[in-house]
C-alpha cells in the first residue's frame, strides 16, 4: 500500500504512478539507477550503445551481442528522402524541437511497423528511433545552414557519428568520448515530464512514434528539457564571472528564476551534475577558454550561499547545468542542447514505450485517464441555462 | 481534501489530479457539461463555432462575438503550400493520424507564435490550429486519392466546409446539420487521455503545436479515439444483424472485447451515445440500408442482456459506439473516423492548454511529473556491480 496525499494540482508530485524495472531515482540519496546499475558505476565506462542496450534488454550486452547492435543500429542510419526534402522546405529559423518532433511522425508515414500492435514490431521501431533520431537533428543542423547532409560514417560510433554529421568533421577520441558520457547520462530517468508523456500516449495502445513525438514535444518545454539551453543563455546574458554575484542577487530579490537549480526529484545532488562538471573544465582548458566553466561554477557557489542565507534551505544545480557550458565547448549551437537530450533520451523513451504496452511490470497496461475537479461557476452553483442566440 | 486510494498501477482512474472551470464529467449521473452547460441543452442548438467559442471564451457567443470568431477561423482555412508538398510525398497507406500529428508539428515550424508563450499568441494559435485541422484531414484525403486538395469555401460552415473539401460535393443541410452535432458532442471530454497528454506536455511550458500532437497521437490509439474505426471494422465484420448474437456470445465466452461498449468514467449511459443513435437511425433511412443501425442497436441490446446474465453487471455504450454507423451512413473512410474525432476534440485540447498555462484554475501551472516504483530485482535485492566487457 502506497503512501497517500491529496492529488489536487500537485503536477503528480511524489505520486508512485506505476511500477517500473527500466531505473531507479533516488531523490533523497542522489542515485540514480539504470536496470540495477548504478548511474556513476558506468559513466565513462560504457558507451551509449551499452547503455541503450542495457535499457532495452536488461542487461549489459557481451561484445557479440553489442556487435550485432551495433550492426542494427548502423543499418538503420538513414532516413527517407522525403523526409529530407520536407526539411529542405521548412523556414530555416524553425525550432529544432519542432523539427523532430514533426520528423518523428513522418517516419510512421513511411514504416509499415507502425501499423502493427506487436512486441517484435516495437522493438524494431526502437532500433529505428534511437538510429534516426541524430540523423534527423544533424540533417537539420545542414539544411538550415544551407549546406548539404552528411553521408553518415559506418565506422564510427553512434556519438561520433553523430558529431561528424553535425559538422562534417571527424572528431577526436577525447571530445566524441565525452560527448558520449553525455548520451549515457541523460539516456533515461524513470518518470519524467517526457517519459510520462510517451507511456500515457502508449497507454492507448498508439505505436511508439505518436508516443515518442509527445516526448519530444515534453522534453521541449522550458521546465524540462528546454532547461540546458536556457542556462547557456543565461551564462551569455551574465558575460563574466564578475558579474554572477550581481546577477544571482538581482534575480533573488526579484523573484525570478536561476535556470538549471534545483530539481522535480532530486533534494540533493544531481548525480549526474557530478559527472558532467569536470568534462566542461577539461572541454574548456583544452579550447583555452574557461570562462563559460568558471562562470558555472561561480554561480553555483553563489546560488548556494544565497539560498542558505536568505531562504535557509540548500539549492542544487541539475544535469541541465553543466551540460550547458559543456555542449557549448564542444561547439553545439545553443538550440540544439535539447534536441541532443532527446537523441540521448529516446533510449529511455522506447524502453518505456515497450515496457507499458508488453513489459508485464505493471499488472496490467491501464489506460492513463485522471479525473478532475470542475471548478466551472458561471451561473453560481447551479448548471446554466440555455439561451438562444437572439436572446443573448 | 480528496479522497485518496493507492494510485499504483490504476492509471490515474478516479484521481482529480488538477482543477478545471472547462467541463464536467459526472460518470454516474451520465452527465457531461461544457463551462455550465449540460450537452445535451447544446447539441441540436449551437453550431460547432458557437461550441468552441464556449469552450474557449467561457460564455456563449452574441452573433458580432460569432460573427467575428467566424471571420478569423474563415482566414485561417489554409495550411502552408510546404506542407501540402510535403504530404504529396508521403506513402499513400500512411496512416491519416500519423499525417494528422507530424501535420500539427510541421504547422510550428511555419508559425511565429510558436516561439512567444503569451496568452496573446497561445490564442492565436488556438484559432489556426482550429480552422487548419479540417483542412489537413480533407487534404490527404484527397491526395491519398490522387486527386487534387478542394479549395475551402468561406460561404460554408465551419463542418460543411470540411464535408466539401473531403468530397468535392457540398453537403445538404440535413447531412451538414448532423455532422455538425457529431462535431459538438465530441469537442470536449475533461481529463480524458489525449487531453491529459496535451497538459502533460503544456505543462512543461512547450508550445500547443507541441501539446496538440501528443494529444493527436494519445487519440490514435484504439482504447482511445481509434476506438470509432474499430467499432466500424466490428460491424464489417459481424456482417448482418441475425449474426450479432453469436458474435457477442463468442465474445464473452472467449474473454475478448466489445468495441464502443464501457467507459473509464462513466458507469451508466454515456449521454452522447443517447443523441448519436436516432441520427444514425435517419441517415440509414434516407439511404435505404438501416442495416448498420439496426446492427449496432442489436449488438447494444444483446450485449447488455448477455452482460447482465453473465457477468452480473450492466454495460453501456460509449460514444464511440453509435458515431461509427453514423459517420458510416455519411460516406467519411471508415480510418477517417478518428481524424474527424480530433478536428472537433481540437477545440477541447486548446482550451485545456491555456488553461493549463495561464488559465489560474490551479494555484499555479506545476509540471505533472509523478513518481515510480523501482521493481528491478537484476541483483536480488541489492545493486548490481559492474563487470567490464571482457568479462561478461
Redesign the interface.
Given at each position: 500500500?502506497?503512501e497517500?496525499?491529496?492529488?489536487?494540482?500537485?503536477?503528480?508530485?511524489?505520486?508512485?504512478?506505476?511500477?517500473?524495472?527500466?531505473?531507479?531515482v533516488d531523490g533523497n540519496a542522489g542515485k540514480l539507477?539504470y536496470?540495477?546499475?548504478?548511474i556513476k558505476?558506468?559513466a565513462g565506462?560504457i558507451s551509449f550503445e551499452?547503455a541503450a542496450y542495457l535499457i532495452l534488454y536488461?542487461?549489459?550486452?557481451?561484445?557479440d551481442e553489442?556487435d550485432r547492435f551495433n550492426a542494427l543500429l548502423v543499418a538503420e542510419r538513414q532516413v527517407p528522402p522525403?523526409l529530407i526534402?520536407?526539411l529542405e522546405?521548412?523556414?530555416k529559423d524553425?525550432?529544432p524541437?519542432?523539427?523532430l518532433?514533426?520528423g518523428t511522425?513522418?517516419l510512421?508515414?513511411?514504416d509499415p511497423d507502425?501499423?502493427e500492435l506487436s512486441l517484435e514490431a516495437v522493438n524494431r521501431m526502437a532500433i529505428k528511433l534511437i538510429a534516426k533520431f541524430p540523423i534527423i537533428v544533424a540533417a537539420w543542423e545542414r539544411i538550415r545552414n544551407n549546406k548539404k547532409p552528411v553521408e553518415p560514417d559506418p565506422d564510427l560510433g553512434h556519438s561520433a557519428n553523430f558529431l561528424y554529421m553535425l559538422s562534417g568533421t571527424v572528431p577526436d577520441d577525447e571530445l566524441a568520448g565525452f560527448f558520449d558520457v553525455c548520451m549515457v547520462l541523460h539516456a533515461e530517468h524513470?518518470?519524467?515530464?517526457?517519459t510520462?508523456?510517451a507511456r500515457?500516449?502508449?497507454?492507448?495502445?498508439?505505436?511508439i512514434?505518436?508516443?515518442v513525438?509527445?516526448g519530444?514535444?515534453?522534453?521541449?518545454?522550458?521546465?524540462?528539457g528546454?532547461a540546458n539551453t536556457r542556462v547557456m543563455e543565461m551564462l551569455m546574458d551574465i558575460g563574466s564571472v564578475e558579474k554572477v554575484e550581481e546577477y544571482v542577487n538581482h534575480l533573488l530579490e526579484t523573484g525570478g528564476i536561476i535556470m538549471g537549480l534545483g530539481h522535480?526529484?532530486y533534494s540533493t545532488d544531481d548525480p549526474r551534475a557530478h559527472i558532467l562538471a569536470p568534462m566542461s573544465k577539461v572541454m574548456g582548458e583544452r579550447l583555452g577558454d574557461t570562462r563559460w566553466y568558471e562562470m558555472s561554477k561561480r554561480l553555483e557557489l553563489t546560488a548556494k550561499e544565497a539560498f542558505r542565507r536568505k531562504k535557509g534551505r540548500d539549492i542544487y544545480v541539475n544535469v541541465d547545468f553543466y551540460s550547458a557550458s559543456l555542449y557549448y565547448y564542444m561547439g553545439i549551437p545553443t538550440d540544439l542542447f535539447t534536441p541532443i537530450f532527446a537523441i540521448s533520451r529516446i533510449a529511455g523513451w522506447t524502453a518505456h514505450v515497450i515496457e507499458e504496452q508488453f513489459g508485464g511490470?505493471?499488472?496490467?497496461p491501464?489506460?492513463?485517464?485522471?479525473?478532475?475537479?470542475?471548478?466551472?461557476?458561471?451561473?453560481g452553483p447551479d448548471?446554466?441555462?440555455?439561451?438562444?442566440?437572439?436572446e443573448?
Open positions: 500500500m502506497e497517500c496525499k491529496p492529488i489536487l494540482n500537485t503536477g503528480l508530485r511524489g505520486f508512485k504512478v506505476a511500477s517500473t524495472k527500466i531505473s531507479d539507477v536496470r540495477g546499475y548504478l558505476e558506468l565506462k551499452e536488461e542487461k549489459l550486452p557481451s561484445q553489442l522525403e526534402a520536407s522546405s521548412r523556414p524553425a525550432l524541437m519542432d523539427i518532433q514533426a511522425a513522418m510512421a508515414n513511411h507502425a501499423k524513470s518518470f519524467n515530464a517526457s510520462f508523456a500515457e500516449v502508449a497507454s492507448t495502445r498508439a505505436h512514434y505518436s508516443a513525438a509527445a519530444v514535444g515534453s522534453l521541449s518545454g522550458e521546465l524540462h528546454g522535480a526529484v511490470a505493471a499488472p496490467k491501464v489506460l492513463y485517464r485522471p479525473d478532475s475537479q470542475y471548478i466551472g461557476d458561471y451561473c448548471l446554466c441555462e440555455f439561451v438562444p442566440m437572439e443573448r
